[in-house]
């Protein structure tokens, strides 16, 4: 186990919680919330390709800075079979193009214009990119599973839930 001693060491996952912890553990005070947040998260899934998926949640993950669960689905993303170079190059997938398909280009735009909302809205031109290559009922599916990523981000910075204890399969 490293010791944090200074700026320069980096902290265990251990020293980390130890000097930012969680704020809450909501799931245990509000269980409803967390069961229908599960409950939800599996129905948005439903229709989406795992690795298409996996991909938009870590990118909205990043966007928000929920270390939590870029964590988690990074892990996740890994043990399905998705190569460390496409997860690394997400933080910049606009400028590594070519490790997408055109498919996951419009998804992960999508996903970006929906976790930010920079101007309160979605611009047409990225969702008719998207609606070109989803068929509805699967652009309906991957709209809420953005949603509700954001919303898991939100709980997960919010309560300062702290990375590296995930491990993949653990909340299914």
């Known amino acids: ?100 398909t055109e498919k996951e280009l419009a998804a992960l735009e999508l996903t970006e214009a929906v976790t930010v909302l920079t101007d309160g809205f979605v611009p047409d031109a990225v969702y008719e990119r998207a609606a070109r290559h989803f068929e509805e009922a699967e652009l309906a599916q991957l709209i809420a599973a953005i949603t509700v990523i954001n919303a898991w981000n939100r709980f997960g910075v919010t309560c300062r839930m702290a990375p590296g204890h995930y491990q993949p399969g653990q909340y299914k």
């Not at 909205?60 to 988690?72: E, K, L, P, R, T």
């Not at 993303?77 to 997408?100: K, N, P, T």
């Open 1 to 100: 186990m490293t010791t944090h001693t200074d700026d320069t060491t980096p902290a265990t996952s251990a020293e980390y919680a130890a000097e930012r912890p969680a704020r809450l553990e909501w799931a245990k005070h509000a269980p409803d919330v967390y069961k229908a947040m599960v409950r939800l998260d599996t129905a948005a899934r439903q229709g989406l390709d795992h690795t298409l998926y996996e991909l938009v949640k870590i990118r909205a993950s990043q966007v928000n800075h929920c270390a939590f669960c870029i964590d988690m689905h990074t892990k996740d993303a890994l043990a399905a079979g998705e190569s460390v170079e496409r997860i690394m190059q997400l933080g910049a997938w606009d400028e590594s193009r070519h490790f997408y």
